[in-house]
């Protein structure tokens, strides 16, 4: 049995009334960030990071970035082609979403603001 070394943070700010935002959005985010950032060799980390104020959601998800061998198909990138099509359908010029890898490799980001 392997012992894996993964560092999860988690930050949570959230107002007295929270917003209801459409389901599966920010799951999806959080699905990619341990389906693709957990290593079983090599130290891994997650930041999940939620915000609230009177304008916006905030969600910033980072990630320790482990590219997979080319034999390994499990990360087709449908979550986040879906990701993009709900927000386009459910918040159409409302959010603002960013997403990718670090300029050093390391480390695979997901910024999205939702404004209401």
């Known amino acids: 049995r392997k012992i894996m070394k993964v560092c999860i943070l988690t930050h949570l700010l959230r107002p007295d009334s929270p917003t209801e935002i459409a389901p599966l959005i920010f799951i999806s985010l ?9 290593s079983p060799t090599e130290p891994s980390h997650i930041r999940i990071y939620f915000s609230e104020n009177v304008h916006e959601v905030r969600c910033e ?3 320790s970035y482990h590219p997979k061998s080319e034999a390994d198909k499990s990360g087709s990138g449908i979550g986040l082609e879906q990701v993009g099509k709900r927000l386009e359908l459910t918040y159409p010029g409302r959010y603002e979403w960013k997403h990718g ?3 050093d490799g390391k480390e695979y980001k997901s ?3 939702i404004n209401y």
Do not use: P, R
């Open 61 to 63: 998800i980072t990630n």
């Open 101 to 103: 890898i670090s300029e």
């Open 30 to 38: 959080i699905e990619n960030a341990f389906k693709h950032g957990i």
């Open 111 to 113: 910024v999205l603001i």
